[in-house]
């Protein structure tokens, strides 16, 4: 089946309309953090940047939210890879049970549990610490991960692990040597996914981390606003700083993730 030229050129307008849509937005906060702040001359002005770093103390909010996006993609990663792999290629009684109550972690917003969550940490002595801000973010996207990896593993073929035992290799070997290399942008994918969903969350580090000590970026992002509410070219550098980590790490692993969203899809 051929298509005509306008239906290739109806297609590059909507696909820049789209594109313009999602960067239009983007660049504005760009241009803005680098525009001159109050009482001083226009120019680009990069010295906001270091002005946001000092002033809002993103360092040490930065820091906290590497460390708890450390736990939470990391243990998110193993568990969901181990829990993938169980329901995509064995059966076992109450294996559909088992895997709707996963689906739960999806389904029930952090905003319904995290008051009673909060009072069962805190009577156990928990808050204001990394686990009390990790471990729920961990329960949430293993659900997620869970899912993903489900259908990635029934979708490789089955011949996969029997040349794998066939080989002397056990499941743990199998998933280890044969499977997870094999799944690997569909790893990558959900890697990233956790990792902007953790780095993005504000409720769960906000009630769980009351004394302020553990804020983590978008919490001390919050802050920032609040106390420079007019200092606009301030408040998006401080955003830029915020969103950097996360841009970075797609960029590097675009390729990867790219390819895992469109064979997700395909599934």
Do not use: C
Request: overall charge positive; proline content about 4%; glycine content about 8%.
């Amino acid at each position: 089946m051929r298509v005509s030229r306008a239906e290739t050129s109806l297609n590059y307008v909507i696909l820049l309309g789209f594109a313009a849509f999602a960067l239009i937005p983007v660049l504005t906060i760009v241009l803005t953090s680098v525009s001159a702040p109050l009482g001083q001359s226009g120019g680009l002005h990069l010295e906001n940047f270091a002005r946001a770093w000092t002033i809002g103390g993103f360092g040490r909010s930065l820091g906290n939210s590497v460390v708890v996006a450390a736990i939470v993609v990391g243990l998110a990663t193993v568990l969901a890879i181990l829990a993938g792999y169980a329901f995509g290629t064995m059966r076992f009684r109450g294996s559909t049970v088992l895997f709707y109550l996963f689906l739960l972690g999806l389904m029930i917003p952090s905003e319904a549990t995290i008051i009673p969550l909060f009072f069962d940490l805190r009577s156990l002595g928990l808050t204001d610490t990394f686990v009390a801000i990790a471990m729920p973010q961990v329960a949430q996207s293993i659900a997620f991960g869970t899912f993903w990896l489900r259908a990635q593993f029934r979708a490789l073929p089955s011949s996969l692990i029997e040349a794998a035992a066939l080989d002397g290799a056990g499941p743990l070997q199998a998933l280890v040597r044969v499977l997870v290399p094999a799944s690997r942008p569909a790893i990558v994918t959900m890697l990233v996914l956790v990792f902007m969903w953790t780095w993005n969350e504000f409720l769960i580090a906000l009630i769980m981390a009351p004394g302020g000590k553990l804020r983590t970026a978008p919490l001390g992002l919050a802050n920032f606003q609040g106390q420079y509410t007019s200092e606009t070219a301030l408040l998006a550098a401080g955003a830029v700083i915020v969103a950097l980590p996360t841009v970075i790490l797609f960029l590097f692993l675009q390729r990867h993730f790219i390819r895992g969203m469109l064979e997700g899809v395909a599934k």
